[in-house]
Each structure stands twice: as C-alpha cells, then as structure tokens.
C-alpha cells in the first residue's frame, strides 16, 4: 500500500499521544509489534471511501485515512518497514474479522452504531449519511410510497435492511427486499431490473452512479432515512490503540488536511471515469471537524 504523506501536525499529534500512553503498549499495537505486520481492511465498491481503481488498487477517502492512521502506528511503533496487509471486506464480514483478530483496521462506509460498538471499537466519525433511494430515471419512483409491494435491492449486513424494513412496516407498504451480496451486485439487481430501486446510504448510492454503465439514466432520489455516522472500525476494549487512531483524524480535522481530502474525493474527478461526486460537506460533519466526536447512530 502507498502510505500518503501526513502533514507535521498529524505526526505530532500521534507523536503526543504515544508519549501520554506511557511505555506499556495497547494490546493491538503489541501485536502488531510481534507479526511486525499490521492488516487493514479495503471495499471493493464503496466509492469513494473504499474502492477498486484496477486490480488490487483500493483508492479513496477512507483509504486515505487508512493510509495516516498505518503511517502513525508505523512511527509510533518505531517501525517504518512495517509490513501492511490488505484484506478486502464485505459488509457482512467485516465486524467478525475485526472481532476475531484477523484484521487491526477498517476504514470504509461502516456505520457507528450502538448495536455494533457491543463488539467493536469505533473512531471519531468521519461522515454523515442517511438511506436513501437509486432508481432508474422514467420509473416514476420519487420516494419511498413510490415502491409500495415492489421489489428493493438492499446490500447484504448493513444498517439499511433494518431502516427499512421498519418503515415499510410502518408505513404498511409491503416492500420486497431483495438481498445483494455486496453493493455492486445490489446495483447490478437495479440495473437488471430484478428490483425497481436501490436502498443505501445515499453518499454511496452518488458513487455507485457515477461509475455506473450509464450514470445518466440512474437517479438517487427520497427523504434521508436515519442519518448515521460513519467511523473506522477498531478491535473493542483497546484505548492505547483509538487514542492513537482518533489522534490521527482530529489532526487531520485541525490541521485542514481532513478538507482537503473531502474536496478530493467528492467534490474533485475521481477515478476510474473522472467525473465527481459533487456532494458538499454536511452540516453533521462541519460541526464533528469543530467538535469532534465518535458519538454512534442509536
């Protein structure tokens, strides 16, 4: 992986941090100390926080974040040719590999939650989204009363199959979930017409169609359901090691590099089909860049 460079603050900050822990290392820094290799998670499809830009070439603005937070344990560790791992994750496995050891880190489009931090530690949040709806332009599909007893591709282990589901049921509209293993093939359910609609997180739904076959004929669309953070996922019960991480991201926050990066990744041509985003930062997350916070979605 290509370590981007932080700026002297960020490595100041992780610096300061390391020194308040004392000499007694963090259970996941200890371990990565002993494999002398630290591995992190990448999404193959979670534009554009985490995705493929060519074979086994994770890009985007939380890989970005991935890349300082594995630069500060590298100089925290005193380390610089730490081994780095990469793991691509789903978002049904991505929790119990984190849970199980297997992975120290995963940067990608995972929401903070309070169901989950039962199991995993969480950073400071990163950005705010809600669920909402990609559908084909022409479908006559605005919101969600649109799409009563039709059929709806949701991705398989996330947050969203729960929103709505709930409101289907209390909104009595009788959707027809229909499960993708991933977001890709949820798009691909979409595109196929095998569901008239596309539920997720509507940052990732904006990415997903501007890398479509045909962005021009998808449209996101309806009211933001739960807006939820999103924060890098951490082994549970290790302070030493979300100091370090959250040092990290609020250098970032302070120094301006963390807007940087924003613009970059969605407001700039991304890779692969040079086109924006052009999602402006929300008011959620302006207010976490003053005040920073891993508070979770309840």
């Not at 169609?209 to 939820?228: M, Y």
Request: proline share 5%; net charge neutral.
């Amino acid at each position: 992986m290509k370590l981007s460079a932080l700026t002297t603050a960020v490595l100041a900050v992780a610096a300061a941090l390391a020194a308040c822990t004392g000499a007694h290392a963090a259970d996941t820094l200890a371990k990565i100390a002993a494999a002398n290799k630290m591995t992190v998670a990448y999404r193959e499809s979670s534009v554009p926080f985490s995705y493929l830009d060519g074979p086994e070439k994770p890009v985007g603005f939380s890989v970005e974040l991935t890349n300082a937070i594995v630069a500060a344990v590298k100089q925290k560790l005193g380390k610089p040719n730490l081994e780095v791992g990469l793991m691509a994750v789903t978002s049904q496995n991505r929790i119990p590999l984190i849970t199980n050891g297997t992975l120290d880190l995963e940067c990608g489009s995972t929401t903070n939650n309070s169901a989950r931090a039962k199991d995993v530690a969480f950073a400071i949040n990163h950005f705010y989204t809600g669920t909402r709806l990609l559908v084909k332009k022409g479908a006559g599909i605005k919101d969600y009363p649109d799409l009563k007893g039709k059929k709806v591709a949701i991705t398989t282990g996330t947050t969203n199959v729960q929103v709505v589901r709930k409101y289907s049921t209390d909104k009595n509209l009788d959707i027809d979930i229909v499960m993708g293993k991933d977001h890709s093939d949820s798009l691909l359910l979409l595109e196929s017409d095998r569901a008239t609609a596309f539920a997720m997180d509507d940052i990732l739904l904006y990415g997903l169609k501007s890398n479509s076959k045909t962005p021009a004929d998808l449209e996101v669309v309806g009211e933001a359901l739960q807006v939820e953070p999103y924060a890098c996922m951490l082994p549970k019960d290790d302070p030493q090691y979300k100091a370090l991480v959250d040092g990290v991201i609020t250098g970032l926050m302070k120094s301006g590099q963390f807007d940087k990066l924003y613009d970059k990744w969605f407001m700039q041509p991304i890779a692969p089909k040079n086109l924006p985003i052009g999602l402006p930062m929300s008011k959620e997350l302006k207010d976490n860049i003053m005040t920073p916070s891993d508070k979770p979605a309840t």
